[in-house]
T-cell receptor, first 115, second 110 residues
Framework: NAGVTQTPKFRILKIGQSMTLQCTQDMNHNYMYWYRQDPGMGLKLIYYSVGAGITDKGEVPNGYNVSRSTTEDFPLRLELAAPSQTSVYFC??????????????FGPGTRLTVL | DQQVKQNSPSLSVQEGRISILNCDYTNSMFDYFLWYKKYPAEGPTFLISISSIKDKNEDGRFTVFLNKSAKHLSLHIVPSQPGDSAVYFCAAMRNTPLVFGKGTRLSVIA
């Protein structure tokens, strides 16, 4: 019963490098989300998806891209890493039956440092 | 402009006593509220929720109270246990993605 898995757990990038944060869920959830959490702050929504092939911007989308080619996977792409993107990134998914009121299940997070 | 505010960054409580975590919101359109709990190096986990048509919801040791006129909700944990030590996030929504507060770190002292 894996739930939501994220890889890698930790990563250090140099300014200008790119990388993809992977997120996979095995619960057949339609809705998936990417959040970032900066120290002492709440979670801020970067992008979300309501189903395969459909994505939309959240509160803080600049500097990121996403795709949703399958129900299970929702990768987050950083094209030109900047120090301001140093954060902990959480992927989440929510149940198939619902919309926004369904419980979100979170992955363990990816801690990213950009130097 | 923070729509969901948790004004206490931290709270310490003796084991066995009541923990009360507070949350205020500014958007009167919010109609569903949730509390998430987060341990270090883990993702948040859902704890309890309440719809705006209710003013109280209980689940074991956890109770959430909603005061719509004051735009305020609170989470009560009774009795508090050392395993409850974590960061608690309040979140709110209305047909939109969740809006989270900054969290309150609860420490339950044995």
């Amino acid at each position: 019963n894996a739930g939501v898995t994220q890889t890698p757990k930790f990563r250090i990038l140099k300014i200008g490098q790119s990388m993809t944060l992977q997120c996979t869920q095995d619960m057949n959830h339609n809705y998936m989300y990417w959040y970032r959490q900066d120290p002492g702050m709440g979670l801020k929504l970067i992008y979300y998806s309501v189903g395969a092939g459909i994505t939309d911007k959240g509160e803080v989308p600049n500097g990121y891209n996403v795709s949703r080619s399958t129900t299970e996977d929702f990768p987050l792409r950083l094209e030109l890493a900047a120090p301001s993107q140093t954060s902990v990134y959480f992927c989440a998914s929510s149940t198939q039956t619902g919309g926004w009121t369904d419980t979100q299940y979170f992955g363990p997070g990816t801690r990213l440092t950009v130097l | 402009d923070q729509q969901v505010k948790q004004n206490s960054p931290s709270l310490s409580v003796q084991e066995g006593r009541i923990s009360i975590l507070n949350c205020d919101y500014t958007n009167s359109m919010f109609d569903y509220f949730l509390w998430y709990k987060k341990y270090p190096a883990e993702g948040p986990t859902f704890l309890i929720s309440i719809s705006s048509i209710k003013d109280k919801n209980e689940d074991g040791r956890f109770t959430v109270f909603l005061n719509k006129s004051a735009k305020h909700l609170s989470l009560h944990i009774v009795p508090s246990q050392p395993g409850d030590s974590a960061v608690y996030f309040c979140a709110a929504m209305r047909n939109t993605p969740l809006v989270f507060g900054k969290g309150t770190r609860l420490s339950v002292i044995a």
